[in-house]
């Protein structure tokens, strides 16, 4: 919202009425926001939003037990509807202080200047004035972003994004989520199957020298599988750190590009539900890579055996990374942990926190997101 633009103004009695999954609306201050889009994306749950409809939720956004980092009030802006009527209050100044968090002595020129500085910081994407054009697809713009880059594409909107002018192209880049099971899990049973049988013929050993090796009896398929999923939570978190966040250099235009191609327009738009897994033939690169190393490293049942535990992790990751976006967790549970882990990560800690199905590995390579104290 510019400033110049005169906001519309709400009763309190209006604002309460409002407080629904249909239509939920919060106070921050005097100023009015429908979140009614947010609530599934809330890493809190509904709930939590829920509970407090209707009301000013400034102490919720300071914390404890959790304080909201400044992406995060800046993506709220983006739900900003309008202002509380202060007519309607009753002229009760002293609740309006508390609201708004200021001293006695404030004056009403200050009000309005630390108004404007709050919508000067935590706007809506101005596609006059941003750093790219929104109305044209922004594949080739961010390139010319240079050192701009990183902290642009670090600053998450709410809005769909446009990569390629081609029809083909853009729909190539989307993939809905129900995708990879059903392109991937058939492989899954068939190739278990499979390895179960091949390990049942008992010709599968494993070498620990040239001169000695052991039997890999079929009943050892359950372990070597999970032991493959475990490989692939490694391979996840490598590929996120060190692939999807690299820093592209400044002046390198093609790396930029490539960078928000691959991972870059995820952060800038975390919750388009059209990107959030691996579009199949981008999925084939890294799975195919998966399956030639470890058939060069081990035979064939033993390897294959490895691979299908990984493929399955990677099934298990995509469908993971899905529902810490739009997933309701319960409160406490694994899940519920993850998601509010994840939601720091693009919202915060965008260098720490790269595990998505697991936090282990972020902890022998010291990238785990540090909890905050107050």
Not at 91 to 112: A, F, G, N
Request: charged letters at 25%; a negative charge.
């Amino acid at each position: 919202m510019s400033p110049l633009v005169s906001p519309r103004f709400f009763s309190e009695k209006e604002v309460s009425k409002h407080c629904t999954k249909d239509s939920c609306w919060v106070l921050l201050g005097t100023r009015v926001y429908d979140v009614t889009g947010f609530l599934r994306m809330h890493p809190g749950g509904e709930a939590l939003i829920l509970r407090r409809s209707g009301k000013d939720v400034s102490r919720e956004i300071e914390g404890p037990p959790h304080r909201h980092s400044e992406n995060a009030r800046r993506w709220m802006e983006q739900y900003y509807i309008g202002e509380l009527d202060k007519n309607s209050i009753d002229e009760d100044t002293e609740t309006l202080r508390r609201r708004k968090r200021i001293p006695e002595s404030t004056t009403e020129e200050e009000e309005e200047e630390e108004e404007i500085s709050a919508v000067n910081k935590c706007s809506k994407v101005d596609e006059e004035t941003d750093l790219v054009d929104w109305r044209k697809p922004l594949a080739w713009q961010v390139g010319y972003l240079g050192e701009k880059y990183d902290t642009w594409v670090h600053q998450p909107v709410d809005r769909p994004i446009r990569l390629f002018e081609n029809d083909f192209f853009e729909a190539n880049t989307k993939t809905y989520w129900y995708m990879v099971p059903i392109v991937w899990m058939p492989l899954v049973i068939y190739l278990s199957w499979y390895c179960y049988s091949f390990l049942a013929q008992e010709r599968t050993r494993l070498f620990i020298t040239s001169d000695y090796s052991i039997l890999v009896h079929k009943y050892s398929f359950p372990l070597i599988f999970m032991l493959g999923m475990f490989l692939w939570s490694f391979m996840e978190y490598c590929i996120h750190r060190f692939v999807f966040h690299m820093r592209p250099p400044a002046h390198n235009y093609y790396l930029i590009t490539l960078h928000f191609l691959l991972h870059g327009q995820h952060h800038k738009s975390p919750f388009d539900g059209s990107r959030l897994v691996f579009p199949p033939s981008l999925a084939a690169i890294v799975i195919g890579a998966f399956y030639l190393t470890l058939m060069q490293l081990f035979s064939e049942g033993l390897g294959l055996s490895l691979f299908v535990g990984g493929l399955c992790g990677y099934v298990v990751y995509d469908m993971i990374h899905y529902y810490l976006h739009y997933g309701s967790p319960r409160k406490g549970s694994y899940l519920y942990g993850l998601k509010a882990y994840h939601v720091k990560h693009h919202f915060e800690h965008q260098r720490a926190g790269f595990g998505i199905t697991t936090r282990f590995w972020d902890h022998p390579f010291k990238t785990v997101i540090p909890e905050q104290t107050f």
